[in-house]
T-cell receptor
Framework: EAQVTQNPRYLITVTGKKLTVTCSQN?????MSWYRQDPGLGLRQIYY???????DKGDVPEGYKVSRKEKRNFPLILESPSPNQTSLYFC????????????FGQGTRLTVV | KQEVTQIPAALSVPEGENLVLNCSFT??????LQWFRQDPGKGLTSLLL?????REQTSGRLNASLDKSSGRSTLYIAASQPGDSATYLC????????????FGQGTELSVKP
């Protein structure tokens, strides 16, 4: 089944403790990205990757890192999480990121206390 | 500024009614427009993708239209069912935005039995 898989689905952590949210897609998509969803602010892009080893900042990249060492995986890293990073996170992928359908993972609900 | 707007924010209808959800965008320079469904606390499910050169797309009881000149898209749901209750989001990748999807705030639909 074609899908985007995120892990974990739920995570509660403490301020400053490094964490990684994994994202994997099995559709051979070139383009992958991360979004966060917050009440009243909607969905905003954090980082994106046009291809392997190519990443770039989205609208809200502060406090996050990403890497794209292989096509299928695009992990999101929070080196020192803070409470304002409490949010619902989505990973997405598409063939080109321009004119092709985007597929989203099931989301990761992160709470930083 | 490139923006996507959805009105109304919430809509309640009786079962069996046909309904239209609205999406407007400020710039006609989009590659496509995509409609998603989001159930509470869940991921985004792609419903329909309309390429910029197309006028409409249909899938089952859903029909989406696109009018770039007026900056509008509509999602028509025929014979609504309680299972259609969810938040519906539209999103578009604008030119020169690196493939970033800009989302509307969504319309929360409730279909009453």
């Amino acid at each position: 089944e074609a899908q985007v898989t995120q892990n974990p689905r739920y995570l509660i952590t403490v301020t400053g403790k490094k964490l990684t949210v994994t994202c994997s897609q099995n559709m051979n998509h070139e383009y992958m990205s991360w979004y966060r969803q917050d009440p009243g602010l909607g969905l905003r892009q954090i980082y994106y990757s046009m291809n392997v080893e190519v990443t770039d900042k989205g609208d809200v990249p502060e406090g996050y890192k990403v890497s794209r060492k292989e096509k299928r995986n695009f992990p999101l890293i929070l080196e020192s999480p803070s409470p304002n990073q409490t949010s619902l996170y989505f990973c997405a992928s598409s063939f080109t990121g321009l004119n092709t359908e985007a597929f989203f993972g099931q989301g990761t609900r992160l709470t930083v206390v | 500024k490139q923006e996507v707007t959805q009105i109304p924010a919430a809509l309640s209808v009786p079962e069996g009614e046909n309904l239209v959800l609205n999406c407007s965008f400020t710039d006609s320079a989009i590659y496509n427009l995509q409609w998603f469904r989001q159930d509470p606390g869940k991921g985004l499910t792609s419903l329909l993708l309309i390429q910029s050169s197309q006028r409409e797309q249909t899938s089952g009881r859903l029909n989406a239209s696109l009018d770039k000149s007026s900056g509008r898209s509509t999602l028509y749901i025929a014979a609504s069912q309680p299972g259609d209750s969810a938040t519906y989001l539209c999103a578009a990748p604008f030119y020169n935005q690196g493939g970033k999807l800009i989302f509307g705030q969504g319309t929360e639909l409730s279909v009453k039995p």
